[in-house]
């Protein structure tokens, strides 16, 4: 669980950040977990453009994709979200919060 200060660190990480995934009319499906799981393992955090032809609010699609990779959700504004996991690897960490 990230503390307020730590999300605070994270979420100013994040607006240099490029969405790396949208998610669209197909919803949330495995090639995006995946695509998702590869990207937080060598980012460690992620943004994530939601789609005004998807089937979900930007709210719902973060907590979902969070709750599948074990990922902690920073940030919810607009069609965009950002979450955060630490790399499993300590070798590869990069973000120390």
Do not use: H, W
Not at 8 to 24: C, F
Not at 39 to 64: F, N
Not at 73 to 88: L, S, T, W
């Amino acid at each position: 669980m990230l503390t307020s200060k730590q999300r605070a660190k994270l979420r100013s990480m994040a607006n240099t950040i490029e969405p790396v995934a949208q998610i669209g009319k197909n919803s949330i499906n495995e090639n995006l977990i995946k695509q998702l799981d590869d990207a937080l393992e060598a980012r460690e955090l992620v943004k994530v453009t939601v789609l005004e032809t998807a089937l979900m609010t930007t709210r719902e699609a973060c907590g979902i994709c969070a709750e599948e990779l074990g990922a902690e959700p920073v940030q919810c504004i607009g069609f965009k979200f950002v979450i955060y996991r630490p790399a499993k690897e300590k070798k590869k960490r990069k973000i120390v919060i």
